[in-house]
């Protein structure tokens, strides 16, 4: 039987080859906590090292770090896909089927913040569909607490406002 971590790190691989869009750090780590696989802190080890390998890439904004599998992190999975047990498969199949939809949304609504070259901070707000960006909008705001209200608000109301967007530039 293989090391723990090491089945841990192909689990991990077959996850982001599983799917067309990126997984965030939480849901990696809920996947692994839901089923008493390991602990929080393994996970973070084992994403660090797994980055480090560069066998997967990390997307990083002020309040989110998403991944996705790199080319070499395919080839090492094809090599060692059979460590995962059918049971840790059928977990990953019955995760994904039940969380699909909610995992997609949670990583296609995006919004981050930096500060300008010129006073105040520009918001990047996102809106993307098979990793194809819908809308891209960066507002330029004067204070950091406006920033962040505007990315708070974008995740809640990112379908009213691309609606209203682009009822309003089509007519």
């Known amino acids: 039987m293989a090391d723990p971590n090491t089945i841990y790190k192909i689990t991990i691989l077959a996850m982001l080859d599983k799917v067309d869009f990126p997984l965030s750090n939480t849901q990696i780590s809920n996947f692994f906590l839901e089923h008493d696989y390991t602990d929080y802190f393994t996970v973070q080890q084992i994403i ?19 991944y996705r599998i790199t080319a070499p992190g395919r080839e090492t999975l094809v090599f060692f896909k059979d460590k995962i047990t059918p049971a840790i498969e059928a977990d990953m199949s019955s995760y994904f ?4 939809m909610e995992l997609k949304n ?7 913040f930096y500060k300008s070259t010129v006073s105040g901070f520009d918001v990047r707000c996102q809106l993307k569909e098979n990793n194809i960006s819908v809308i891209d909008l960066t507002i330029h705001v004067k204070t950091k607490a406006q920033a962040k209200a ?4 974008w995740q809640k109301q990112t379908l009213d406002i691309y609606t209203y967007l682009m009822d309003s530039l089509i007519q």
Do not use: F, P, R
């Open 48 to 66: 660090s090292g797994l980055l480090d390998s560069e066998l997967i890439h990390a997307e990083s904004t002020h309040n989110n770090t998403q």
């Open 97 to 100: 089927e039940k969380n699909k």
């Open 106 to 112: 949670e990583n296609s609504i995006l919004a981050d």
């Open 150 to 153: 505007v990315c708070e608000n």
